[in-house]
């Protein structure tokens, strides 16, 4: 990287020198709104308008993409009873903002705000979304009016076209695109994604490089100082834990018009991330069976960087699978993913993937200790957990009743018809689908072949196993080591338990198969757990694997932790038998890499054709971390000399010492695999 953009990094990422500028913000929260009786349309207009004109434009040394937050906090928009009085009537989903989404910033990126006063309706949700562009436009006024005083001339040029105009340049998108997706924060969403950006942005970047406007030096140098941008404020975005901020960006994958959509940005892409070594943007790339290796070395040369991305998703799954959901295929093919993997359509869906999980393992387990005892064999255990996860499908399902989310008027700009229709993006879009996560798969898998195995094969009485669970093991030592260790396991390429995986996912596909949500969507089964392998596993016993009370489950979907495995070849083997097109929510195999396991050239090549293996073994979905369980263990015990120490938790990456202990305890029981 250039020495300016290394003094950036510094400034911003290391340093965080620019946190010095924050203050407080001042304001009323709901009370005004409320006294007034304004729609939630409206009030969220207004607390945009608000939040931007508190902002202070800020042009900091050496910068050249500007829009960096100097109020930390946004205002609440209605009063505590008034919420509560929400909450009470209806069904909210966390924050109960929208999230999760992946806006059209090409059309916007295109024509500019300016433009999008044509498609507003005469009337008051109109009137809200005019409010929103006027207060973007005059932000970016201000921040044109400080660089003409500090005598930035560049900086004001690009400010006085974008973002009310269609941008002509690569700097220029960049500027705007910083301003457009920067406001989205400010009017109160959150998980913010980035869509397939080598895809919107290749034009400006093709013509600014064929024009010679741009060398390719430029060109990167421009890309860095954008992807640093999106670490200024990231601290203050919404998420479970820091860093699950949703700013993921989709590389590759099949083009628009049917061809290879990886081009000479997706590269630029993979190295400016590679060259920072910052945890944003989240980097996903979109591959197929005939992707060239040499594309998964470029992935794996940056898994090496130890950032836990790209993500690796296969088009050949996920496009049909997305199909039979009922998407059309012009959209599937123009698939992306959300905060962390699951599968969404830029400018199109209103999905909410994340709604709910269905816990595997709880009900393998609730199941084993109804039926077990009286039961002949496999069959009717298995006909037994069927029957419970169509059940727990359908409560879940029917929970879900009069949902409500904050309007978006700002947000709603970026999607199909909505702006037209005065609807906005909280109410729905083309797509409308809930998504399920399938937590505690591997549990649930391997705690069935072991009661095959030690019960049904061996002899095992029942009663003696299910005491010992009650138990927690305690006093059943060689029993639980013989669970643990000699059964087999899901991840080891052993039929014998890889046919409960398949069998697993099958039902929980058809419990959901013909299911409709409120909003006229269908449910999707997937095989990510989010964060619920930490809280589902609080309330779980003892299970027939082996696994002690409390122990947390796998996170997403991954072998069993403490599980000693093969190999990666035979992880790959079993995580790739079940139809994944089916389950097609998202949710990512997981495999964890020493770091010693990418030390040279060969070894980079053995993991890019294990990526490629997993892709042409009809695997959907593929994240991969490199660990040093010793540096980890000293970044516990000294957390400020591994402040910039970065892992991938569940479906993000982020910095190690500002996890909770539990995520940071999770990663270092995973499964560290060598080649």
């Not at 508190?54 to 040394?61: L, W």
């Not at 008034?82 to 989404?101: A, D």
């Not at 892409?269 to 594309?295: F, H, M, Q, Y």
């Not at 496999?378 to 037994?384: C, D, K, P, Q, V």
Request: hydrophobic residues 40%.
């Amino acid at each position: 990287m250039t020495p300016r953009i290394e003094a950036l990094k510094q400034y911003f990422v290391l340093d965080k020198a620019h946190h010095a500028v924050r203050v407080p913000a001042p304001g009323a929260e709901g009370a005004p709104y409320r006294d007034a009786a304004l729609p939630a349309h409206r009030r969220s207009a207004l607390r945009l308008k608000a939040a931007l004109e508190a902002e202070t434009p800020v042009i900091f040394p050496e910068e050249r993409i500007v829009a960096t937050r100097t109020r930390p906090a946004l205002p609440g928009i209605f009063t505590e009873e008034e919420w509560r009085g929400i909450e009470s009537r209806h069904f909210i989903h966390e924050r109960g903002y929208v999230s999760n989404l992946s806006p059209d910033y090409g059309r916007i990126l295109q024509e500019g705000l300016i433009a999008q006063r044509a498609r507003l309706q005469n009337g008051e949700y109109g009137d809200s979304v005019r409010m929103a562009i006027d207060a973007v436009l005059d932000f970016a006024r201000r921040y044109r009016e400080e660089a003409l005083r500090q005598g930035q001339a560049d900086i004001a040029a690009r400010l006085k076209r974008v973002p009310a105009y269609g941008a002509r340049t690569f700097p220029e998108a960049l500027q705007s695109l910083r301003i457009l997706h920067y406001a989205m924060w400010c009017e109160g969403e959150y998980h913010n994604t980035l869509g397939r950006f080598d895809q919107y942005m290749y034009p400006y970047f093709q013509r600014d490089r064929e024009s010679g406007a741009l060398t390719p030096e430029d060109a990167l140098e421009w890309l860095e100082e954008f992807f640093l941008s999106l670490n200024r404020d990231s601290d203050l975005y919404p998420g479970m834990q820091q860093g699950d901020n949703g700013q993921s960006m989709v590389l590759g994958g099949t083009a628009r018009s049917g061809g290879e959509g990886f081009n000479p940005l997706s590269e630029a892409c993979l190295a400016a991330s590679r060259e920072l070594g910052v945890i944003d943007p989240k980097i996903n790339l979109r591959v197929n069976r005939d992707t060239p290796l040499s594309t998964y070395l470029l992935g794996t040369r940056l898994t090496r960087r130890g950032l836990g991305f790209p993500q690796y998703e296969n088009d050949d799954v996920v496009i049909p699978g997305l199909i039979g959901l009922g998407y059309a295929p012009e959209d599937a093919q123009n698939y992306v993913v959300a905060a962390c993997w699951e599968f969404i359509i830029p400018g199109k869906g209103a999905d909410i993937p994340n709604i709910g999980a269905l816990p595997f393992a709880s009900i393998v387990n609730r199941v084993l200790r109804e039926t077990l005892p009286s039961a002949s064999g496999m069959e009717e255990i298995l006909a037994a957990v069927r029957a419970e996860i169509f059940a727990e499908a359908r409560r879940m399902a029917s929970a879900i009743r009069d949902i409500y989310m904050i309007p978006a008027p700002y947000l709603s700009l970026f999607f199909e018809n909505c702006v037209e229709r005065s609807r906005d993006i909280s109410l729905g879009c083309v797509y409308n689908n809930f998504g399920f996560h399938g937590t505690g798969l591997a549990t649930a898998v391997d705690s069935l072949a072991a009661v095959e195995q030690a019960v049904f094969v061996e002899g095992l009485a029942p009663q003696d196993l299910l005491r010992a669970m009650d138990a927690d093991f305690a006093g059943a030592d060689a029993l639980r080591y013989h669970l643990a260790n000699e059964c087999p396991k899901f991840g080891d390429d052993d039929g014998r338990a890889d046919r409960f995986a398949s069998i697993l996912l099958a039902d929980f596909a058809d419990a959901l198969r013909g299911l409709t949500n409120e909003r006229g969507g269908c449910f999707r089964p997937g095989t990510g757990s989010a964060m619920y392998y930490i809280s589902h596993a609080e309330a779980l016993g003892a299970t027939a694997d082996g696994r002690r009370a409390e122990t947390p489950l796998p996170a997403n979907y991954a072998p069993s932790l403490g599980v000693k495995l093969r190999g990666p070849v035979s992880l790959i083997c079993s995580f790739t038998k079940p139809d994944l097109a089916r389950v097609i929510n998202g949710g990512p195999l997981t495999i964890e890499f020493s770091d010693t396991a990418m030390k040279d050239e060969d070894s980079l090549l053995k993991v890019a054709a294990l990526v490629r293996e997993f892709i042409l073994r009809g695997g959907h979905q593929l994240q991969l971390n490199t660990l040093n369980r010793a540096l980890l263990l000293d970044a516990q015990a000294h957390p400020e000399n591994h402040k910039n120490l970065i892992v991938r938790v569940w479906g993000w990456s982020g910095y190690f010492v500002e996890l909770d202990k539990c995520y940071q305890d999770h990663i270092l029981r995973r499964a560290e695999l060598t080649l």
